[in-house]
C-alpha cells in the first residue's frame, strides 16, 4: 500500500496544495497594493507575517492556541463516545430511528451558537459552555454519517458473520464497526468543523477561552494583521485535527 | 462415493407473503448429501435455488419441513456447514491473511497458528504470494477465492456455496471450476453447490438435482457416472455431453416456463 508511487503522490499533492495557497496570498498581497482591495479591511499578507512574533510574544497566542485546542479535542472525544453510540441505537430500533432521523437533520441546521446564554445558564461561563456548545453542533453529522456507514453494510457481510455464529458483539465488532468506519470517519471530520466553528465563535461571543476571545480582542483594538494572524491559529488547529484523523482512520482501516 | 448421508433434506417448503398473495418458491423438497459427496443442485432463475440455499445454511426460518447434519435438527446456522456466497464476500479492511484467518481468529488460535492454517488454505486456492493483498487489488475471481479459503479455513464438514463463480466471466468460471475440483478431491469435501451452469454442475458433481421454475420443487435426479478422480479434459467426452444434453432438456421446459412467466409479469405491471 506504501508503494513509492504512492508516497511520490501524496508528496505532489502536498506542494501542490502548499503552492496553491502561496499563490493567492500573493495574489492578495498584489491586489492589495494595486488598491483593488481595501487595506483596511484585509490587511497585507506581509503586515499579518510580521504580526506573528508580535501576537506570539505579546499576546500569550500558544496557551490560547492550546486552550482551544484542547477544548476541539474534549468535544471530538464526546462527538465519538455519544454520537456513534446514538448512530448505532437508531441503527438497531427501526422505530426509534424513523421517528427521530428528521430530527436529528434538523438539528444539523439549527444555529446552536445563538442558543450560549442557556449553555451559560446551565454550565456558567467556563470551558464547559465552550465545549458543550462546541458537542451539540458537532453532533447531527456524527450520527447521521454514522448511520449511514452501518445501514450501508452490505447484507452478504452481515450473513458472512451469521454463518460463522457470531455473537452480536462480534458482528458490531468485527464487521459493522469496520465496514461503517469510512463513512464514520466524514461524520467526525464534519463534527469536527461544526465543532471547531461554534467553539471559537462562543469563545469570540462570551469574551472567554482561547483563540476566539484573542480574536475578538485584537479586533476591538482594531489590530487587524494580529487578527487574522490569530484566525490564522484556528486554521493551524484545524488543520492538525483532519491530519490525526486521517491518521487514526489509516491506523484503525489500513486499507481506506 | 457413497457414505452414511451427512445431510438431509426432507420435505422442506417455504412459502413468501407478496403483494400478489402466498408464493410458494421451495416445494416439498427432499434429498440427502453423503460424506465426501459433490451434489449440485441446478435450475432456472427464479426457482428457489437462493431460497434453499439460506434454509440449509440456517440463514432463513420458518419453513416446512427438516433439515439434518448428522441426524441432528438444525434451526439457524451450523457450525458444520461452511458458505461460500454469490455476491463479493471478502471483508475490505482485511489482508487476503487476515480474512482467511478469520474463523480460527473467532475460535481463538494462536496467530501463529492460525496465520499458518491461513497460508496453507491461500496456497491451496492458488493465491500462495497474496497474503498481504486487500481485496481491492485483486480480481473478482481472486476474491472468491479468498472467500472459499475463509470457509475451507473453519473446516465445515458441508461446504455450501451459491454460485460463487456467477459473476465471473467464462474463462475464470471454468478455470476456478477445475480448481474446485482439485480441492475437493483432496479434500473429499461434502459439497452442496447451487448452481445454474449445466457444465460446471456435471464436471464438478457427483449427483445433479434439478429443480423446477416456480414453485421450485426437485424434478430430476441425475447421477453423473464419470471417473473419478475427474480430469478437466473430461469435458470433451462423449459422456460428459450426454449428460449435459439430457439435463439441458429437462432444464430447457423449466427455464423456457420461467422466462414467459417473467414476460407476462412485466407485461401485466406495464398495463397497470
Known amino acids: 500500500m506504501t508503494s513509492p508511487r504512492w508516497r511520490q503522490s501524496r508528496a505532489a499533492a502536498a506542494a501542490l496544495g502548499a503552492g496553491t495557497v502561496l499563490l493567492i496570498v500573493v495574489c492578495v498581497e498584489a491586489l492589495i497594493r494595486a488598491g483593488a482591495i481595501n487595506r483596511f479591511v484585509v490587511p497585507l499578507p506581509s503586515e499579518i507575517l510580521v504580526a506573528f512574533p508580535r501576537i506570539i510574544a505579546e499576546e500569550n497566542v500558544l496557551h490560547r492556541f492550546l486552550q482551544t485546542a484542547q477544548e476541539v479535542l474534549w468535544a471530538s472525544v464526546l462527538l465519538a463516545v455519544v454520537g456513534i453510540p446514538l448512530a448505532v441505537l437508531l441503527y438497531r430500533m427501526r422505530l426509534i430511528r424513523l421517528a427521530t432521523e428528521t430530527w436529528v437533520a434538523a438539528l444539523a441546521a439549527a444555529p446552536i451558537v445563538l442558543m450560549y446564554p442557556l449553555f451559560l445558564v446551565i454550565f456558567g461561563r467556563t470551558a464547559t459552555t465552550i465545549v458543550m456548545i462546541g458537542f451539540a453542533a458537532g453532533l447531527a453529522p456524527v450520527i447521521l454519517k454514522s448511520l449511514e456507514g452501518l445501514l450501508a453494510t452490505r447484507e452478504v457481510l452481515l450473513n458472512v458473520g451469521r454463518s460463522f455464529r457470531l455473537t452480536p458483539w462480534q458482528q458490531f465488532s468485527k464487521i459493522l464497526l469496520p465496514a461503517a468506519l469510512p463513512s464514520v470517519f466524514i461524520g467526525l471530520k464534519l463534527g469536527l468543523v461544526f465543532a471547531m466553528i461554534n467553539i471559537v465563535g462562543v469563545e469570540f461571543l462570551i469574551n472567554f477561552g482561547g483563540l476566539g476571545q484573542l480574536i475578538n480582542e485584537l479586533a476591538e483594538r482594531y489590530d487587524l494583521p494580529g487578527t487574522y494572524g490569530a484566525i490564522f491559529f484556528v486554521v493551524l488547529i484545524s488543520v492538525l485535527f483532519f491530519v490525526a484523523m486521517e491518521r487514526l482512520e489509516r491506523w484503525l482501516r489500513p486499507a481506506s | ?272
Not at chain 2, 151 to 174: G, H, K, N, V, Y
Not at chain 2, 231 to 249: C, G
Open chain 2, 1 to 272: 462415493m457413497a457414505g452414511p448421508p451427512v445431510l438431509e433434506v426432507e420435505h422442506v417448503s417455504k412459502r413468501f407473503d407478496t403483494a400478489e398473495g402466498a408464493l410458494t418458491a421451495v416445494d416439498d423438497v427432499s434429498f440427502s448429501v453423503a460424506e465426501g459427496e459433490f451434489v449440485s443442485i441446478i435450475g432456472p432463475s427464479g426457482c428457489g435455488k437462493s431460497t434453499l440455499f439460506n434454509i440449509i445454511g440456517g440463514l432463513l426460518g420458518d419453513y416446512d419441513g427438516r433439515v439434518a447434519v448428522g441426524q441432528e435438527n438444525i434451526a439457524g446456522t451450523h457450525a458444520s456447514i461452511g458458505m461460500v456466497f454469490q455476491e463479493e464476500s471478502t471483508f475490505p479492511w482485511r489482508t487476503v491473511l487476515d480474512n482467511v484467518a478469520f474463523p480460527l481468529e473467532l475460535k481463538g488460535v494462536a496467530a501463529s497458528t492460525r496465520n499458518e492454517r491461513a497460508r496453507h488454505f491461500i496456497a491451496m486456492v492458488g493465491l500462495a504470494g497474496f497474503e498481504r493483498r486487500y481485496p481491492a487489488e485483486l480480481s473478482g475471481g481472486m476474491r472468491q477465492r479468498v472467500a472459499l479459503a475463509r470457509t475451507l479455513a473453519s473446516e465445515p464438514r458441508i461446504l455450501l456455496m451459491d454460485e460463487p463463480f456467477a459473476a465471473l466471466d467464462e474463462q475464470t468460471r471454468l478455470l476456478l471450476g477445475d480448481k474446485v475440483l482439485q480441492i475437493q478431491q483432496s479434500l473429499k469435501q461434502t459439497t452442496l453447490l447451487i448452481t445454474h451452469n449445466l457444465t460446471e454442475a456435471v464436471l464438478l458433481s457427483d449427483r445433479v438435482l434439478v429443480m423446477s421454475y416456480r414453485p421450485g420443487h426437485l424434478k430430476r435426479k441425475v447421477t453423473i457416472d464419470l471417473p473419478h478422480p475427474r480430469d478437466p479434459d473430461v469435458v470433451a467426452s462423449d459422456a460428459f455431453t450426454h449428460y449435459v444434453a439430457e439435463i439441458w432438456h429437462d432444464l430447457r421446459e423449466e427455464a423456457s416456463r420461467g422466462m414467459r412467466e417473467q414476460e407476462t409479469r412485466v407485461l401485466a405491471e406495464g398495463k397497470r
